[in-house]
């Protein structure tokens, strides 16, 4: 495993976005495509609808998306799970109501080389904030909550839920102007020895590219609700 560490850690960089990457009929497409979709998981509890991004609903648009992903991060394979016929999974669009907590997708096959991970907005109102700090380990939610640390029965593609980062990041108080800003809906103890390396108010036509690494969560800034895609990367 510290060998892999050490692989995942070489390509490591600091988040990115790339302005104006997607042409308005693009992003039309890519809602066209969130409505044709069928939907994989509603969570009445976290408030969000969760669709697949399968292969064959939109051929022309897989093409440019990856075709524009690899002229960014270079040569990657797709780690977004598989589908019932087992081909990779392309992405994960959500609609959400609510603030998605403090997580890392560092997926759930720990023998995988994790590389990047993408958001693309396809609302205007939003943000996510990505933490300096990192996690070497699989797909983990992060959380104080114990009804939720007592979760071990998960299904296939649930994170796990640790505290284990108030051991490792240490004491020093999460900033409260962010914190009352961004991040109402957390615990700001949960957040103890974080450090915010950016926060991401969302463009249309726009993408962010970080680490799958990176500790983030959505921020409380949200008007009704949000859509955007999430896909995930590795070497």
Known sequence: MSNLINEIKKLES??????????????????????????TVHNKKQNVIK???????????EKIFC??????????KMDNLK?????????????S????????????????????QTLIPLSSVGSTVIFKNRYYEGSTN????????????????????????????GDKPFDKTIHQKYLQHENINNLKGLEVELIYKWEVGSMLIFDRTH????SSVIDGKKIGIATFTKK
């Open 83 to 95: 589908d019932e016929d087992d081909r990779d999974i392309l992405g994960l669009i959500q609609e």
């Open 97 to 116: 109501y609510a603030p998605i907590g403090l997580h890392v997708d560092g997926g759930f096959e720990l023998k995988n080389q994790i590389y990047k």
């Open 215 to 218: 500790l983030h969560c959505s």
């Open 67 to 76: 075709e524009r992903l690899e002229r960014e991060i270079g040569s990657f």
């Open 51 to 61: 669709k697949r991004w399968l292969q064959g609903f939109n051929k022309n648009l």
């Open 142 to 169: 992060f959380t104080q909550d114990p009804n939720e640390l007592g979760k071990t029965d998960l299904k296939y593609g649930q994170n796990k839920r640790s505290d284990i980062h108030l051991k490792i990041y």
């Open 14 to 39: 600091s988040p990115k976005v790339i302005k104006n990457l997607f042409s308005k009929n693009e992003i039309n497409e890519f809602l066209k495509l969130y409505n044709d979709l069928p939907i």
